[in-house]
């Protein structure tokens, strides 16, 4: 549903998904971005580590959360490969770095 959902919002209408599809889905909550969501998640998560260490020095092998020190090396990454301008590598938006 995803996939056709993009593809409706660029105009491709290979894989369409009608408008009541759409309203059936968001009517039950679905969400459309799950990376997003799973990078709200993340982004929450470093706020509670900034709060209890008073840093977003997560250690790469933290072992009370891994996926969070994973989370911020690669955030990292991304922010660095947009720096320099490697898109390839991962894509970080304005957004997500201004959070």
Not at 10 to 24: K, L, P
Request: glycine share 8%.
């Amino acid at each position: 549903q995803r996939t056709k959902y993009k593809n409706e919002q660029v105009g491709n209408m290979h894989g369409r998904i009608t408008q009541d599809q759409i309203d059936a889905l968001n009517g039950l909550g679905f969400r459309w971005g799950v990376s997003t969501s799973a990078w709200e998640k993340r982004f929450d998560e470093l706020r509670q580590y900034r709060t209890d260490h008073g840093n977003c020095n997560v250690p790469r092998n933290w072992a009370e959360n891994p996926q969070l020190a994973t989370w911020v090396t690669t955030q990292r990454t991304k922010y660095k490969n947009k720096q320099v301008g490697n898109m390839h590598a991962g894509i970080i938006t304005q957004d997500q770095i201004d959070a």
